[in-house]
């Protein structure tokens, strides 16, 4: 899904000089915290990621990032906060790859999803796990699928935002099946009614399957990418398993106000690319199976385009609903 580099190496040399002193310049940016607006629940795949990151950002940078989960209306109300601040480097935005979605789901979106925002980098991509409790029947896919066609809409899955309910509504598409959807807040809500047996099935990120499954309490049963992801290597894809119309990678991005100073933009970018291939966060992310890559932000303004027309399509053919 995306061309950018993923190599190891820092684009170190971005951003050199962008601070240079003078009588009367202004302080040098960041000279007091930076709120990251994680616009979702916290315990989600997004959030534990934007921690992650955060943490080693203020370290690089030698300000606190402080991670405010503002969660509402498929993140609409953290992002507006962020696209009506004021553009001077001190609020950010961590949306992830419904952030595009919502301009098409969304009657009289407060806000326009690409002209009300400043791409600065891409934090990590991440693709979907289906899970089931770990003492669930259910063995594999197979298995729910038969379920599924024994007693139509019968059968729930949980979701955690418009991202995971798309997945959900393209398997039961793809599969052939009717299943019913529960919405939940976030993934981390879902957990507890998943794990206690009141709930058979979830799509959870990567992210948030990684911090369960090493405790047993969940099975994966399958994943989104288009092949099968380096951090669960017996988890089969959608697609080799028939049902590939369902298959979805997503990402976690950082996102200023419009009209973010080129100095802050390129400079906060620099940041992003050295954290995210620092040996600690690597470290941190590989329990998460996220991947990471070395962007632009003019390669995150891409990667959201494409997004917008990814969305467009999905209304016009029916695979994804107005809200």
Known sequence: MYRFSRR?????????????????????????PVRIVVPYAPGGGTDVTNRAIAEALGRELGQPFVVENRAGANGIIGAEAVARSQPDGYSFVAPNGTHAMLRHITPQLPFDPIADFTPVAMLASYCFVLVCPANSAFRDVRGVIDRAREKPGDLAQGTADVASGYVASRFSRAAGVEMTEVRYSGSGASVGDLTGGHLPMAWFSTATAMTLLPGGSIRALAVTSPRRSTFLPDTPSLSELGVGEASYTGWFGLFGPAKLPDAITTR??????????????????????????????????????????????????GTLRRS
Do not use: F
Request: aromatic fraction near 4%.
């Open 8 to 32: 190891q190496g820092v684009l170190a040399g971005i951003g050199v000089g962008l601070a240079a002193p003078s009588v009367r310049a202004q302080p040098a940016w960041p000279s007091r």
């Open 268 to 317: 906060l970018n620099t940041a992003v690319n050295a954290v995210v291939q620092s040996p600690s966060v690597q470290e941190r992310l590989k329990t998460l199976a996220v991947e990471t890559y070395i962007t632009t932000p003019a390669e995150m303004a891409s990667v959201v385009a494409e997004d917008d027309q990814r969305w467009a399509q999905a209304i016009k053919d």
